[in-house]
């Protein structure tokens, strides 16, 4: 290139990663960033700030009329912290560009996030919800009791277009499911929902192994207390979808108050930078303690999905909970998606404010463990795994 042409490029024809797409781990990477180098700047601010100073009050109302009208972003500065927050901004940009939806918006916590989705929608007169078990128990809970005044059908994927009816707001399911990890075909699914807008709980999953807006589904949720933000330290939701939803969404936050901390929008957006690593680097150590687990005498039972993953479930012979209480390395605790390794009984802890015949209904047996598999080295785990293994009793 001669020294004329030279001086014509532009940005975007020296770096065309500026406008082509980027593989995901570039995105992980680099979305919600692309600005800090030109800024001089090479870690994200953390804007602690509640509100905002603005001697133009007129201009200010007619920011806020805008926000009531439509739930778009307010142009401009910032005005309060309950609309928007520049640290939580950059997050909700690069979540959504990992799930290739138009927006994301995030939460206080994955409840409060599936919270606002019911909101919306019941905000519209559409309170019924179609949706398929097994779902984390929370949102099993929140459904069946109609906390938020909502009513659901419970089916399987081939009933999801029977159950519809002409107030149905929403058709929910989770794949992998908690704690199975039973799976299903997303694409089929999200055509029997017809125009009634699917959501996918993608949090075991993740963008790094699945993309359901790319096959159907109008909105994504994730608790991104467990992958997204990777090292337990987060507490966080977050729904993927077109921005005409989100608008509604942070129309609903700014109401209810949910809203998402500067300080936990920085360690997400942080966690997202490792997140493809620490996926894969976790999914080969529970794809490899799943093969060893399903050779084991005293399991009866190994759950693994097709798609991988870092959750693995099985169902022991005799009592799950002396498998809890012998591990040593392993922590035994609820939540999952850490880069260390937790284990849990669900139908104790996370499922079990969920009607056990419902449960066991959905496959969560009494003797089912999930367990959240970390970065330790494989080895290490299996040996304390075996070691928990050795206090139950293989039936004759």
Same mark, same amino acid.
Request: glycine share 8%; with cysteine.
């Given at each position: 290139?001669?020294?004329?042409?030279?001086?014509?490029?532009?940005?975007?024809?020296?770096?065309?990663?500026?406008?082509?797409?980027?593989?995901?781990?570039?995105?992980?990477?680099?979305?919600?960033?692309?600005?800090?180098?030109?800024?001089?700047?090479?870690?994200?601010?953390?804007?602690?700030?509640?509100?905002?100073?603005?001697?133009?009050?007129?201009?200010?109302?007619?920011?806020?009329?805008?926000?009531?009208?439509?739930?778009? !972003?307010?142009?401009?500065?910032?005005?309060?912290?309950?609309?928007?927050?520049?640290?939580?901004?950059?997050?909700?940009?690069?979540?959504?560009?990992?799930?290739?939806? !138009?927006?994301?918006?995030?939460?206080?916590?994955?409840?409060?996030?599936?919270? $606002?989705?019911?909101?919306?929608?019941?905000?519209?007169?559409?309170?019924?919800?179609?949706?398929?078990?097994?779902?984390?128990?929370?949102?099993?809970?929140?459904?069946?009791?109609?906390?938020?005044?909502? !009513?659901?059908?419970?089916?399987?994927?081939?009933?999801?277009?029977?159950?519809?009816?002409?107030?149905?707001?929403?058709?929910?399911?989770?794949?992998?499911?908690?704690?199975?990890?039973?799976?299903?075909?997303?694409?089929?699914?999200?055509?029997?929902?017809?125009?009634?807008?699917?959501?996918?709980?993608?949090?075991?999953?993740?963008?790094?192994?699945?993309?359901?807006?790319?096959?159907?589904?109008?909105?994504?949720?994730?608790?991104?207390?467990?992958?997204?933000?990777?090292?337990?330290?987060?507490?966080?939701?977050?729904? $993927?979808?077109?921005? !005409?939803?989100?608008?509604?969404?942070?129309?609903?936050?700014?109401?209810?108050?949910?809203?998402?901390?500067?300080?936990?929008?920085?360690?997400?957006?942080?966690?997202?930078?490792?997140?493809?690593?620490?996926?894969? $680097?976790?999914?080969?150590?529970?794809?490899?303690?799943?093969?060893?687990?399903?050779?084991?005498?005293?399991?009866?039972?190994?759950?693994?999905?097709?798609?991988?993953?870092?959750?693995?479930?099985?169902?022991?012979?005799?009592?799950?909970?002396?498998?809890?209480?012998?591990?040593?390395?392993?922590?035994?605790?609820?939540?999952?998606?850490?880069?260390?390794?937790?284990?849990?009984?669900?139908?104790?802890?996370?499922?079990?404010?969920?009607?056990?015949?419902?449960?066991?209904?959905?496959?969560?047996?009494?003797?089912?463990?999930?367990?959240?598999?970390?970065?330790?080295?494989?080895?290490?785990?299996?040996?304390?795994?075996?070691?928990?293994?050795?206090?139950?009793?293989?039936?004759?």
């Amino acid at each position: 290139m001669d020294s004329a042409a030279a001086s014509t490029s532009t940005y975007d024809d020296v770096h065309p990663s500026a406008t082509t797409p980027r593989a995901l781990a570039t995105e992980a990477v680099h979305a919600g960033r692309d600005d800090l180098a030109r800024q001089g700047l090479h870690a994200p601010p953390i804007d602690l700030s509640t509100t905002y100073p603005s001697y133009d009050s007129r201009a200010e109302a007619a920011r806020i009329d805008a926000f009531a009208a439509t739930g778009a !972003e307010p142009d401009g500065p910032p005005v309060y912290g309950r609309l928007g927050n520049p640290t939580v901004a950059r997050f909700e940009t690069a979540l959504a560009r990992l799930e290739g939806t !138009e927006s994301a918006v995030a939460f206080a916590s994955g409840m409060a996030a599936l919270s $606002a989705v019911l909101l919306a929608r019941a905000a519209m007169g559409l309170r019924h919800v179609v949706a398929v078990r097994p779902l984390y128990g929370c949102s099993d809970h929140l459904l069946t009791a109609g906390l938020l005044g909502s !009513e659901v059908t419970w089916t399987d994927p081939a009933g999801i277009a029977d159950a519809l009816r002409p107030d149905t707001g929403l058709v929910l399911v989770e794949s992998p499911a908690n704690p199975t990890l039973a799976e299903v075909d997303l694409r089929a699914v999200a055509h029997a929902c017809g125009s009634v807008p699917l959501l996918v709980d993608n949090t075991f999953a993740t963008p790094v192994l699945q993309r359901p807006a790319e096959q159907g589904a109008r909105l994504v949720l994730h608790s991104a207390t467990k992958y997204l933000g990777g090292h337990g330290d987060v507490l966080a939701g977050v729904v $993927a979808c077109d921005e !005409e939803f989100a608008g509604r969404l942070r129309q609903v936050r700014f109401a209810t108050g949910g809203v998402l901390h500067p300080l936990a929008g920085y360690l997400l957006l942080r966690g997202l930078a490792t997140l493809p690593v620490r996926v894969r $680097a976790a999914s080969a150590n529970a794809a490899e303690l799943a093969r060893r687990l399903a050779d084991d005498p005293r399991v009866a039972r190994v759950h693994y999905p097709r798609i991988g993953g870092a959750m693995v479930a099985f169902e022991v012979h005799g009592d799950p909970h002396e498998v809890i209480a012998g591990v040593r390395l392993i922590t035994p605790a609820v939540s999952l998606g850490s880069v260390d390794t937790l284990i849990q009984h669900p139908a104790s802890i996370s499922h079990r404010i969920v009607d056990a015949d419902e449960r066991r209904g959905a496959g969560v047996s009494d003797r089912l463990l999930r367990l959240s598999v970390g970065l330790e080295d494989v080895d290490d785990l299996w040996r304390d795994l075996r070691g928990a293994l050795g206090a139950v009793a293989v039936e004759v």
